[in-house]
């Protein structure tokens, strides 16, 4: 089989690499990919790509032969020197430490203050939608509607004082859009790019979150910063959880939503049907979720020696899952690449699977679920107005421009 390299970031400003992950869906589901110099970032020892749905879950789920902890959760290699610092989030843990910590933080997330959450997301996506809908003409729906709407449900959650939301959209673009040309990079003295995840990058990020938590014990309040200012947590934990939250939690929606609305844009038919009510929101928001999963890849270490789908993997290699593939597996999905927004089953990993399973998949779904419903209510319909742009990475499966026609719900179809 000709080698077929899913590692590039520039591919994915293309769209979704389907071609390729057919390829090695069928003919390697476990396949070694070089780690080149690209976009300034130096070469790495090389990984092994799972594109299989069986095999993904299997990653995922076997923390103890696939740890998260040993070489974190990105691709590339952090420094040796920031390991230890990375090693700190809930993210790059494995069992039992990792369990502690999610339960901690769970239960800041109570069903009281989800639905007075959700209250409010309702309102903000009508809003928005009237504002773009008033302009009269097309719209850039990542401008004007869903960066605003994730952005801004993450901040009344976390309870960030109005006035600083803007940080919270700048570090989010720092540790997200670190790959795309359009993002200038933050060099080292060598003239390299610098991990936008070490702590020197991060040092602005958790000063204000140790500022915010010392504020929310003054001046409790009913939002997440509250509860994570009073809980057991430490000092070092607190700031990798305010940057998880901060980072994770926006950009999960912020991905997932114009991609969902891009999927419907582009499918008059399955569009009508969700106007129509001839599909439920809850199947519709899987659907959405499983076409456009808002992270691409997640990478493992190999704790031990062991065999995955027939291929042999030694201690220490890296192993990284990609999302798209698994999701669009004939083996699993029939029809994989018709959109059905009534598909059921939807056993898409777009959240996961395993311990590390989405900590805020609820919270993402029920914002995606009150804005998809925005839509079919102030709309009338949607459909494209040119190509959307989306963002160069290999870990982020972002839309950062998408200009669509809105139709008035007394308009008719064009």
């Known amino acids: 089989m000709e080698h077929t390299d899913v590692f590039d970031p520039r591919r994915y400003a293309q769209g979704l690499p389907h071609d390729a992950y057919r390829t090695l869906r069928d003919h390697a589901p476990v396949a070694w990919q070089e780690e080149y110099e690209v976009l ?26 696939y740890s998260s902890h040993l070489g974190a959760t990105q691709i590339r290699d952090p420094d040796p020197a920031d390991l230890p610092f990375i090693r700190r ?3 790059n843990q494995d069992p039992p430490a990792h369990g502690r910590l999610r339960r901690l933080v769970s239960r800041a997330f109570t069903p009281g203050r989800i639905a007075r959450f959700t209250a409010t997301a309702r309102a903000r996506a009508h809003r928005l939608l009237d504002a773009a809908l008033a302009d009269g003409g097309p719209a850039d729906l990542v401008r004007t509607v869903t ?13 960030v004082p109005a006035r600083d939301r803007g940080l919270l959209h700048t570090w989010t673009e720092r540790v997200i859009a670190y790959q795309d040309p359009d993002e200038p990079p933050v060099l080292d003295a060598s003239g390299r790019p610098v991990n936008p995840r070490s702590p020197a990058q991060l040092a602005d990020m958790f000063a204000y979150a140790q500022d915010l938590a010392a504020y929310k014990r003054r001046h ?6 509250t509860s994570l200012a009073t809980s057991a947590l430490a000092d070092a934990e ?17 991905s997932a939503a114009p991609g969902g609305l891009l999927a419907l844009a582009q499918d008059p038919r399955e569009q009508a049907r ?11 928001v899987e659907e959405l979720l499983r076409v456009h999963p808002p992270v691409l890849s997640f990478r493992r270490t190999a704790t031990r020696d062991t065999d995955l789908a027939g291929v042999r993997i030694a201690a220490g290699d890296k192993v990284v899952v ?8 004939e083996r ?83």
Request: charge should be negative; include cysteine; aromatic fraction near 8%.
């Open 40 to 65: 300034g970032w130096p070469a790495g020892p090389g990984f092994w790509a799972v594109s299989r749905h069986a095999d993904v879950v299997r990653v995922l789920k076997d923390a103890g032969t």
């Open 332 to 414: 699993v999905f029939p029809d994989p690449h018709r959109l059905d927004l009534g598909r059921t089953p939807n056993p898409h990993v777009s959240f996961g699977d395993g311990p590390h399973v989405c900590l805020g998949a609820h919270f993402a779904r029920l914002q995606l679920g009150v804005l998809y419903e925005a839509v079919r209510e102030r709309c009338a319909g949607l459909e494209p107005d040119g190509p959307p742009r989306r963002l160069v990475s290999n870990f982020i499966n972002g839309v950062t421009s998408l200009p669509v026609r809105l139709r008035a719900p007394s308009s008719p179809p064009a």
């Open 147 to 159: 960066d605003d709407y994730a952005l801004l449900n993450l901040t009344d959650l976390l309870g």
């Open 89 to 91: 989030m809930m993210l």
């Open 220 to 225: 409790p309040a009913d939002d997440v910063m």
């Open 322 to 329: 990609l999302h798209p593939s698994a999701n669009h597996d």
């Open 274 to 284: 969700l106007w129509n009510g001839e599909v439920s929101l809850d199947t519709a």
């Open 238 to 254: 607190l700031e990798m959880f305010f940057f998880l939250l901060t980072v994770a939690g926006n950009d999960t929606v912020r």
